[in-house]
């Protein structure tokens, strides 16, 4: 098994190369990086154009991943997503014809313009890493990770993702705009190498990667700061502004990106600012509001900052 320390190494190697595609978002990479690890999906939620594509392809190059892209628009159907068996004449017999789920790295563009019949066929693959059609389970390829874009949802055209599917999300993100020093590099950068596409080194493999996953198993997680994840957790569920809380699986993905975060750290144990880092990436996304608070974008941010205050910070 990997050291942490190799671990380490590898993942700071990964982000410095995507760095080299994307400009001045650092603590961006990382925390995908560390989503990367802890083996969840990610869903990327801000403006066109702000390079979330990019972000997904250059992660896949430096990883060594296969990748595919899916256009989600209106009239997408959940075939052109898991594919199907066909008729192949030749032979008299029916074929599997694999959609494009069947890859490592799964951008889905601006997943929100789809049904939502056809955001559910992700639903399987994203938490049991397989695809059923014709009453037949088919594995994923393995790693498997979905890097989800969507539109702010007061876009023309968006659906709301569903509850169930939102939760499958490890983490919900936003990529921001580029300071103007970073956007001059972009266009240096672009002039400098006469050419749109970069060229990324690989810097892992597919089944190095798997062994950089199990590594995180062997981070220590004292018994206090599992109290004080749970203790987060269902702090959201008591808020009076929320109908329904984060769910267990919100503690999980604590459980998992706060071990990640260490490990990128090169530590092999956890702390609670490596759980205080992600509050807002992890509990944003699967808090419903009251109807009252739904017009109003500050509540949920408002409604995680004051359950971390309120919060015992244990003594570790």
């Known amino acids: 098994m990997l050291e942490i320390a190799k671990v380490s190494e590898l993942s700071k190697q990964v982000v410095d190369e995507v760095e080299r595609a994307v400009v001045g978002k650092r603590d961006l990479l990382e925390t995908i990086m560390s989503a990367v690890l802890a083996g969840g999906h990610v869903l ?61 790295i799964l951008l889905a563009d601006e997943i929100n313009r789809a049904s939502p019949k056809t955001q559910s066929a992700l639903l399987e693959a994203m938490q049991e890493g397989q695809v059923t059609m014709e009453g037949e389970s088919l594995k994923l390829p393995d790693p498997f990770l979905v890097l989800a874009t969507q539109n702010p949802i007061e876009y023309e055209g968006t659906f709301p993702l569903p509850e169930a599917q939102l939760d499958r999300f490890m983490l919900k993100l936003t990529v921001g705009y580029p300071s103007l020093e970073e956007e001059k590099e972009i266009l240096q950068r672009r002039r400098e190498r006469k050419q749109d596409e970069l060229d990324l080194k690989q810097i892992t493999k597919p089944k190095q990667l798997i062994e950089m996953r199990a590594a995180l198993e062997t981070v220590h997680v004292d018994s206090d700061l599992e109290g004080y994840i749970s203790a987060l957790v269902h ?35 956890i702390l609670p600012d490596d759980v205080k880092h992600f509050a807002v990436p992890v509990l944003s996304h699967r808090l419903l509001l009251q109807p009252e608070y739904w017009m109003s974008k500050q509540v949920n941010g408002d409604v995680i900052r004051d359950v971390l205050r309120t919060t015992p910070v244990p003594v570790i």
């Not at 066109?48 to 990019?54: A, D, I, Q, R, Y």
């Not at 959940?78 to 199907?84: A, E, H, L, R």
């Not at 569920?237 to 750290?265: E, N, Q, W, Y």
């Open 44 to 104: 990327l939620e801000d403006y066109p154009g702000l390079g979330k594509t990019l972000i997904a392809r250059s992660f896949a190059s430096a990883l060594g991943l296969d990748f595919k892209r899916i256009q989600f628009t209106p009239d997408l159907l959940p075939g052109d997503i898991t594919g199907g068996y066909i008729f192949n004449r030749t032979k008299n017999k029916f074929e599997l014809r694999q959609g494009p789920v069947f890859t490592n």
């Open 235 to 269: 702090a959201t569920r008591m808020d009076r502004r929320v109908a329904v809380g984060a769910s267990p699986r919100g503690s999980l993905a604590f459980l998992k990106m706060a071990r990640a975060h260490a490990t990128l750290a090169g530590r092999d144990y």
